[in-house]
T-cell receptor
């Protein structure tokens, strides 16, 4: 079964510092990977997907198949980035199941 | 406005009293899913539905039922709730095409407490 691991439950940085939220996956094929974000008192929403190779709100994430990682990075954190971040993966086949990691709570201090 | 709605948003109930949490989407999405969110455990899928009358178990289906009689609605039923089902529940939906890309639209959540 595929697994998504986010090793850090909590991550605290200062405003303007670089931030990296770690995500590792276990799947021998080619999964599609995503980052979802949940701001305080808001619903979960898609932040970015690896297939699009896009940058959203200054965040980027690169798929590293050798290390089976999909870390989320931002060079200069902002206070409004404080939120819960979930890494998720999806595989094809018959059920298109989206599997989430346990989440990392990012706090950006002023 | 395109959205996923859930009702109720908050519910406190007692062990064994049947309850239903409704989920509705107005985006004509084929795929719908229920998750529960617990501290330290992240989101875990309970049930999902690929289309009308097609449902299947997720990772933690025990104690839950679902039905998909209409495309827009996907209610979650707890026949005999127990305290370990105290959790925050999210409904999500997506188009089949978007589901391949993992873009699910989430509801606002239902906080359930079973005493």
């Amino acid at each position: 079964a595929q697994r998504v691991t986010q090793p850090e439950k909590l991550l605290s940085v200062f405003k303007g510092a670089p931030v990296e939220l770690k995500c590792n996956y276990s799947y021998s094929g080619s999964p599609e990977l995503f980052w979802y974000v949940q701001y305080s008192r808001q619903r979960l929403q898609l932040l970015l997907r690896h297939i699009s190779r896009e940058s959203i709100k200054g965040f980027t994430a690169d798929l590293n198949k050798g290390e089976t990682s999909f870390h989320l990075k931002k060079p200069f954190a902002q206070e409004e980035d404080s939120a819960m971040y979930y890494c998720a993966s999806i595989t094809g086949g018959s059920n298109y199941k989206l599997t989430f990691g346990k989440g990392t709570l990012l706090t950006v201090n002023p | 406005e395109a959205q996923v709605t859930q009702n109720p948003r908050y519910l406190i109930t007692v062990t064994g009293k049947k309850l239903t949490v409704t989920c509705s989407q107005n985006m004509n999405h084929e795929y719908m899913s229920w998750y529960r969110q617990d501290p330290g455990l992240g989101l875990r899928q309970i049930y999902y539905s690929m289309n009308v009358e097609v449902t299947d178990k997720g990772d933690v289906p025990e104690g839950y039922k679902v039905s998909r009689k209409e495309k827009r609605n996907f209610p979650l039923i707890l026949e005999s709730p127990s305290p370990n089902q105290t959790s925050l529940y999210f409904c999500a939906s997506s188009l089949r095409e978007q589901e391949l890309k993992g873009e699910q639209y989430f509801g606002p959540g239902t906080r359930l407490t079973v005493t």
